[in-house]
C-alpha cells in the first residue's frame, strides 16, 4: 500500500514494465490528473490511484504496464 501524500507534482509514472506513462500534473480525488505534454492530443489525461503498486525514488510505479496504462487513461 501506497501513502497518497507522498504523491507530488512532477513525479514520474512509469508502467509495471518501466516504460514513461506520464508526468503528475495534480492529485484529484481518487485520481491523478497528468500533464499535456505526455499525451498525444495534448489534453490532460488521468489515471486512477487504484493503478498504482508503490511510490518510490521521486516515481509512481503501476500495477499495469504502459500500454495498459495508456488504455485507461481517461
Excluded: C, W
Aim: negative net charge; aromatic residues 4%.
Amino acid at each position: 500500500m501506497f501513502d497518497k501524500l507522498r504523491i507530488k507534482e512532477h513525479m514520474e509514472i512509469v508502467g509495471k514494465n518501466g516504460q514513461h506513462v506520464g508526468t503528475v500534473d495534480e492529485k484529484q480525488d481518487d485520481r491523478i490528473k497528468m500533464t499535456r505534454t505526455d499525451s498525444d492530443d495534448g489534453k490532460h489525461h488521468f489515471i486512477d490511484m487504484d493503478l498504482i503498486d508503490r511510490v518510490e525514488d521521486n516515481r509512481i510505479y503501476l500495477k499495469v504496464d504502459q500500454p495498459t496504462a495508456d488504455g485507461v487513461k481517461a
